[in-house]
């Protein structure tokens, strides 16, 4: 079954994990997101789906006004930080922001002629906006990318980090997420066939 075919009607699936996963819970692009969260059972044939309803069930309970504090937390670096989101944290050896898996991934993006325009200076690898990339690749139907951007990219350290995730998180709306991004992994490795490289994980 080729990735195409299978998941280009629901690449809206990675535009709202891969927002949430990046914007704070009180910008317009995650609000926005937030207000459809109770659709996303819908949005695909999920394997699991009784654990997509009890996510979806605890994301749309959780009160907004709680989470600017937790995403501080999680994903600004506010204190020390339990669950970084850059892939290169824990790819290098040192626990490097842009170290060398950080540059690889650039280098990615550029072959692929995608530049990102967040008007910050900061790394690519954040996983929010990887997986906004790969929403992307979907939508142009790039399947090579989504290939690449998965196994060699994404899918190496993703499962550490999103445990690392689910363990931080105290208001439970986060911890719900990583659920979904979970799952959505699984499924969409599946449909593209997708084998993640095997790499030393340093966190």
Same mark, same amino acid.
């Given at each position: ?10 690449? +809206?699936?990675?535009? $709202?994990?891969?927002?949430?996963? %990046? ?6 692009? &995650?609000?926005? +997101? ?7 059972? &819908? ?12 996510? &979806? ?22 204190? +020390? $930080? ?7 944290? %824990?790819?290098? /050896? ?5 170290? #060398?898996? @950080?540059? @690889?991934y650039r280098q990615f993006l550029r072959a692929n002629e995608v530049e990102l325009d967040t008007e910050l200076n900061e790394p690519e690898d954040q996983f929010g ?9 979907? #939508? ?47 499924? +969409?490795?599946? @449909?593209?066939?997708?084998? &993640?490289?095997? /790499?030393?994980?340093?966190?």
């Amino acid at each position: 079954m080729s990735g195409s075919a299978a998941l280009s009607a629901v690449a +809206v699936l990675p535009r $709202m994990l891969g927002t949430l996963f %990046y914007y704070s819970p009180t910008s317009e692009e &995650a609000s926005n +997101v937030i207000t459809e969260l109770a659709e996303l059972p &819908a949005l695909l044939d999920w394997q699991n789906s009784s654990r997509i309803e009890e996510a &979806a069930a605890r994301l749309c309970s959780v009160e907004i006004a709680k989470l600017p504090y937790q995403f501080s937390l999680l994903f600004e670096g506010q204190g +020390v $930080m339990s669950a970084p989101p850059w892939g290169s944290v %824990y790819l290098d /050896r040192e626990n490097l922001l842009l170290g #060398e898996t @950080a540059q @690889a991934y650039r280098q990615f993006l550029r072959a692929n002629e995608v530049e990102l325009d967040t008007e910050l200076n900061e790394p690519e690898d954040q996983f929010g906006l990887m997986i906004l990339a790969m929403a992307y690749f979907m #939508e142009t139907e790039n399947d090579d990318a989504v290939v690449e951007l998965l196994g060699t990219h994404l899918l190496p350290w993703s499962g550490r980090y999103l445990a690392l995730l689910a363990e931080a998180d105290e208001s439970g709306f986060y911890r719900a997420l990583a659920l979904v991004a979970e799952e959505f992994l699984k499924e +969409v490795s599946e @449909a593209y066939e997708v084998t &993640a490289e095997t /790499r030393q994980l340093y966190r």
